[in-house]
């Protein structure tokens, strides 16, 4: 029979294989073109060209450093510094905040240096479109030494892509909109959100009216 510190394990792995393939089964519906399917754009990972287009243009991702692009994506680092213990699960919060336009989702990939240090990264692997915030990036522990785990801050962590869609928009309307941001933060992409979004009042009902995690203005 399995220990209980085994059967927890194995939890976690299976855990991640029904997310990727959420992931995967989302991507097909959302956008790989399939055959006998006129007129649909296939799915596309945008190049770092576009990317920096949008970064400049939406502030998609804020703090932005270029030499933290890396290949087609951009990688996102740790904002404080955190120590996991074997099989200790938190939550690591990204130094940037990651906006997703409307015509666009955000893949997330831990980097694999963590993998291999026994780090197991249990968010689901995208970002919805018009969401808007700092990132909750979900680890455990699973060390096969059973050691500790200290990430420090300002560390390279995930890697994130943006991938064009089709239809209408359909932005994030959860409770998590803003979070971790700081008022003058949420003020700074206000305008922005008016120009992508026609319903902008509408949304800013909800948005507004939800209780995400805010936060005071921090030092550097």
């Given at each position: 029979?399995?220990?209980?510190?085994?059967?927890?394990?194995?939890?976690?792995?299976?855990?991640?294989?029904?997310?990727?393939?959420?992931?995967?089964?989302?991507?097909?519906?959302?956008?790989?073109?399939?055959?006998?399917?006129?007129?649909?754009?296939?799915?596309?990972?945008?190049?770092?060209?576009?990317?920096?287009?949008?970064?400049?243009?939406?502030?998609?991702?804020?703090?932005?450093?270029?030499?933290?692009?890396?290949?087609?994506?951009?990688?996102?680092?740790?904002?404080?510094?955190?120590?996991?213990?074997?099989?200790?699960?938190?939550n690591?919060?990204?130094?940037?905040?990651?906006f997703?336009?409307?015509?666009?989702?955000?893949?997330?990939?831990?980097?694999?240096?963590?993998?291999?240090?026994?780090?197991?990264?249990?968010?689901?692997?995208?970002?919805?479109?018009?969401?808007?915030?700092?990132?909750?990036?979900?680890?455990?522990?699973?060390?096969?030494?059973?050691?500790?785990?200290?990430?420090?801050?300002?560390?390279?962590?995930?890697?994130i892509?943006?991938?064009?869609?089709?239809?209408?928009?359909?932005?994030?309307?959860?409770?998590?909109?803003?979070?971790?941001?700081?008022?003058?933060?949420?003020?700074?992409?206000?305008?922005?959100?008016?120009?992508?979004?026609?319903?902008?009042?509408?949304?800013?009902?909800?948005?507004?009216?939800?209780?995400?995690?805010?936060?005071?203005?921090r030092?550097?």
């Amino acid at each position: 029979m399995l220990s209980s510190t085994d059967l927890r394990v194995r939890q976690v792995y299976v855990f991640r294989e029904e997310m990727l393939v959420r992931f995967l089964s989302g991507s097909v519906v959302y956008g790989l073109k399939s055959q006998g399917t006129a007129g649909v754009k296939g799915m596309c990972i945008l190049g770092k060209d576009k990317l920096v287009e949008i970064i400049e243009k939406y502030k998609c991702i804020y703090p932005f450093d270029m030499s933290l692009l890396d290949g087609d994506g951009y990688v996102l680092t740790v904002r404080d510094e955190t120590t996991l213990h074997y099989l200790e699960h938190k939550n690591l919060i990204s130094k940037e905040v990651v906006f997703t336009p409307p015509g666009y989702v955000a893949h997330l990939t831990a980097k694999s240096k963590y993998g291999r240090a026994g780090l197991s990264f249990l968010n689901a692997a995208k970002v919805h479109s018009g969401f808007i915030g700092r990132l909750a990036l979900e680890l455990v522990n699973l060390n096969n030494e059973r050691t500790p785990i200290t990430i420090k801050k300002g560390d390279p962590l995930m890697h994130i892509e943006f991938i064009t869609r089709i239809g209408k928009p359909s932005p994030y309307m959860g409770q998590y909109q803003f979070q971790y941001m700081t008022d003058e933060e949420i003020q700074v992409y206000i305008p922005i959100l008016r120009e992508v979004f026609d319903n902008y009042e509408e949304l800013a009902k909800v948005w507004f009216k939800n209780t995400p995690l805010r936060e005071q203005k921090r030092s550097p």
